[in-house]
């Protein structure tokens, strides 16, 4: 099927202020205390930029990345998760924090927090700007969310759709294309 962008779901406007607060309140818990921050390539890239601008300075934040597989070109998760880039530093005993673009099923993510784990960081917390609740499949404690959200696939903001879109300023659902 096809699918084309439809209306706004989140407006640049709202995501700016909900991103400030989730900054504040990492900024409080994790004030003068080190922080390394893992995002999930690619989709976090953009929410992680806003994100650090809005933590507080006295926060000593290092950055790294992973990348996981996720659905390819399809809506639909195939379930086959695989770790495609690993971390580039060392996370034993470190606070550490994942950020990432939105949780669905909750394959990803419960994954990569078990592999995560298995590294003895000192503490992992995990920061999501959507949460795509009703399509939860396995359960995962999420520390900081940005947005409940209904299940439709979104983009903008990060979000892609076959590559296309990261680069909307805001959230769109995605709609069929009627034929
Ligand atoms: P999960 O393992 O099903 O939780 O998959 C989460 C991943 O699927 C996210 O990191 C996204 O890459 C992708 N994903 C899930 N829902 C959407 C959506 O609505 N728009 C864009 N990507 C999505
Ligand atoms: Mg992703």
């Known amino acids: 099927m ?15 202020s909900r991103v400030a607060e989730i900054g504040q309140e990492i900024s ?11 995002a999930i390539l690619r989709g976090a890239v953009v929410f992680l930029s806003d994100l650090i601008r809005q933590i507080d300075p006295s926060v000593k934040l290092s950055l790294d990345f992973m990348r996981v597989s996720s659905y390819g070109n399809s809506t639909v998760n195939s379930g086959e998760i695989k770790i495609l880039q690993d971390l580039d530093n060392t996370i034993n005993g470190a ?11 909750g394959l990803s993510l419960n994954r990569l927090k078990e592999y995560l784990l298995q590294k003895n960081p000192a503490s992992l917390e995990i920061c999501a700007l959507l949460d795509k609740k009703e399509r939860r499949i396995v359960q995962v404690d999420l520390d900081y969310v940005g947005f409940e959200i209904p299940d439709r696939f979104v983009v903008g903001y990060g979000l892609d759709y076959a590559e296309r879109w990261r680069n909307l300023p805001a959230i769109h659902v995605m709609r069929p294309v009627e034929s």
Do not use: C
Request: charged share 30%.
């Open 2 to 16: 096809e699918y084309e962008v439809a209306e706004e779901l989140l407006s640049a406007e709202i995501i700016t």
């Open 28 to 38: 409080r818990k994790y004030r003068g205390k080190p922080l390394t921050v893992i």
């Open 95 to 105: 606070h550490v924090l994942i950020v990432e673009d939105i949780i669905d099923t």
